[in-house]
């Protein structure tokens, strides 16, 4: 089921990358599943004082009812759906890590995007583990360093794939999806966080 994995040889970062860490019958079902079953919503986002649409649609969910708070959005957590909790119980099983909460991202195509930023909110402990599952139209993901102008990556997050962050990436990297004007699909990201 899970490909060998690849660790990014990244300054100031523990970055692992799982390539089809779902088969591709698994991927194309779960996809279907979370695209129908999840309420998703497209929240307003405030950046440098000016407030738009956020370019995704997003939903939170978690076992306990702590908000998760981003960008000035507020998110009140739903419960797990089953799918969720398989998928949620597959990586933590295979990371030996227990996670309390996901931030799904749905990207309609290519004009759907996550700016640069670092997934770094007080809640998440002073070095975050975030797994992200990826499911459906493969999206370039980036890196950048904060101090370092020439640390720079990218890659393909493909379908079924698990990327995971832990260690001080969150502190000397940000990350984005950026827009794409290529004629892509949908594709569903879930981020699973813990919460203290």
Same mark, same amino acid.
């Given at each position: ?32 599943? @979370? ?27 978690? +076992? ?85 102008? +020439? ?22 990297? @940000? ?14 990201? @879930? ?6």
């Amino acid at each position: 089921m899970h490909t060998k994995p690849v660790k990014l040889n990244m300054k100031d970062a523990d970055v692992v990358y799982y390539p089809a860490f779902f088969n591709n019958l698994k991927a194309i079902d779960y996809f279907k599943t @979370l695209y129908n079953t999840i309420n998703w919503k497209q929240d307003h986002i405030t950046l440098f004082g000016k407030t738009h649409l956020q370019p995704r649609l997003t939903a939170f969910f978690a +076992e306990n009812l702590n908000s998760y708070s981003y960008s000035n959005i507020v998110m009140k957590p739903n419960l797990f759906t089953p799918e969720l909790l398989e998928i949620k119980t597959t990586v933590e099983s295979h990371l030996k890590l227990e996670f309390t909460s996901c931030l799904a991202n749905l990207y309609r195509d290519g004009s759907d995007s996550n700016g640069w930023h670092a997934d770094n909110e007080k809640e998440l402990g002073s070095q975050p583990i975030i797994a992200s599952v990826s499911f459906g139209a493969e999206r370039v993901f980036h890196f950048k360093h904060r101090h370092i102008k +020439e640390e720079k990556r990218k890659f393909v997050l493909g379908d079924g794939s698990l990327l995971l962050m832990r260690g001080d990436t969150q502190k000397y990297w @940000l990350h984005q999806v950026s827009k794409t004007r290529k004629n892509i699909g949908k594709r569903i990201n @879930l981020t699973f966080r813990i919460i203290a």
